[in-house]
């Protein structure tokens, strides 16, 4: 069964030998089913990767001109000192938003990684900021991409 433009299900219906073949009247009535049981799948894949994670969990990070973490929050904290191990994705990313810091780098776009203890999949993008005391520093956000964010999560959507 297939609705905005991606294939939800596909439902087999099989029979005895001895009932014979489907009757017309069985025929039509699946065929008019079809279309509503696929927009009814359609729209539970919709609300579940609408529903799946809650963006409540999004960290912040202020890196120093010399690359240091001025400023976290809990969230942050936690996934910069993961078990006493930083997670590899959020450590090149830092590393990448240090160099550009530097100047020896361009600017970060932002990538995705995926928290190792929760399973969650986090996009980090970086913006450069100026403090109140004139240096530069850079702000790096962790949020949690939801499904719909993620390719998967577009065509789940029939996107």
Avoid at 39 to 64: K, M, N, Q, Y
Avoid at 127 to 147: N, Q
Wanted: charged share 25%.
């Amino acid at each position: 069964m297939c609705v905005a433009g991606g294939c939800r299900a596909l439902f087999t219906f099989n029979r005895r030998g001895e009932r014979g073949p489907f009757e017309a009247r069985h025929l039509r009535l699946l065929e008019a089913a079809a279309p509503h049981v696929a927009s009814a799948l359609h729209a539970a894949c919709v609300r579940a990767a609408l529903d799946e994670w809650p963006a409540s969990d999004t960290g912040f990070i202020v890196l120093g001109l010399d690359g240091s973490v001025e400023l976290s929050n809990g969230t942050a904290a936690r996934l910069l000192e993961q078990n006493g191990a930083r997670t590899l994705g959020l450590e090149v990313f830092l590393g990448l938003v240090r160099r550009s810091l530097r100047g020896a780098a361009p600017s970060v776009a932002g990538m995705s990684f995926t928290d190792r203890a929760t399973h969650r999949t986090y996009r980090l993008v970086s913006e450069p900021a100026t403090g109140a005391d004139g240096l530069k520093r850079a702000v790096v956000m962790l949020e949690p991409a939801r499904p719909a964010d993620r390719e998967v999560g577009l065509l789940r959507l029939g996107l």
